[in-house]
């Protein structure tokens, strides 16, 4: 299998509003039809929780990596998008564009400089990647977005999302917008998230399937999935991503309440916070 960046140069980089690169037709019609044809059950992906309208779930590689029971297509997918070969083609395409603070970290860096989260040790000087299948359940009702305006962790390095869409899904939405903040960001975020109402959309990458999309991290890569409309399908994709342990850049200045500690999302379901809390 070729990695989702085999077709990918630095010409292919964008700047506005933020470097990303977009590849269409990333891995090709056939091996994204079999990935899509080959999802784990959704039992497993939803580890046989309930759930209602337009709710997000993830498998991570910890979890799937070594899964006998896992497609070998899949298998194969994840192996090498939570590879340390895969992060260097990342940092590597975005070269200049990567934040100073992450070119110290990923510069010069070996294999063994990186794990795999959930299934290698993390240390402090340790970058861990993971390759996640995931999904968002079918839309009852008024059209909804799964996550609204925000960057990601200040932990991680980059965000990736690799989309697999059903040819006969009748969904409008459910895409990535990319956004830029009227005026200043600081004393605006809560957490990792940012007022829908003061960003405006400046790109939007439809989901549409085997479409791929990246970004280096930072206060400035703010985006937010579009409201789905009703669907019976469910909006399938893989989300790739490196972090680190400590935050590599502060996010106080950008927070509206700089003593907040818990992060502002998407409420869980109830099944979904007893599943937690017995954990």
């Known amino acids: 299998m070729d990695s989702l960046l085999a077709r990918a140069t630095r010409a292919h980089v964008e700047t506005d509003p933020f470097p990303h690169v ?13 990935l899509l044809a080959n999802l784990p059950p959704v039992d497993f992906l ?3 929780a309930t759930y209602g309208s337009n709710e997000y779930f993830v498998t991570s590689a910890g979890r799937t990596l070594h899964d006998e029971g896992l497609a070998p297509v899949w298998r194969d997918f994840v192996a090498l998008h939570s590879s340390a070969a895969f992060a260097r083609e990342i940092f590597d395409l975005f070269g200049d564009h990567l934040p100073a603070p992450v070119r110290s970290i990923t510069e010069g860096r070996g294999d063994t400089g990186y794990g795999v989260r959930g299934f290698d040790e993390p240390a402090p000087d340790r970058v ?55 005026g200043s960001k600081l004393q605006k975020f809560e957490h990792v998230f940012a007022p829908d109402d003061e960003c405006e959309v400046v790109r939007t990458i439809p989901y549409a399937h085997d479409t791929f999309v990246c970004w280096p991290n930072s206060i400035d890569a703010l985006h937010r999935v579009s409201p789905r ?19 590599w850049y502060d996010c106080r200045p950008y927070q509206r309440d700089p003593d907040a500690r818990r992060p502002k999302g998407r409420r869980k379901s109830l099944a979904q916070r007893i599943k937690a809390r017995i954990r």
Do not use: W
């Open 22 to 34: 977009v590849v269409e037709g990333a891995l090709g019609r056939a091996t994204a039809d079999a």
């Open 229 to 247: 409309s009703e669907t019976p399908r469910f909006r399938c994709y893989a989300n790739l991503l490196a972090e680190v342990e400590t935050p």
């Open 128 to 182: 861990m990647l993971d390759a996640q299948i995931a999904l968002n359940t079918p839309v009852v009702g008024p059209a909804t977005s799964v996550k609204g305006a925000h960057v990601d962790r200040p932990q991680a390095l980059y965000g990736a999302t690799y989309y697999l869409r059903h040819d006969d899904d009748p969904c409008t939405g459910g895409e990535l917008q990319l956004l830029q903040m009227r």
């Open 46 to 48: 939803t580890e046989g």
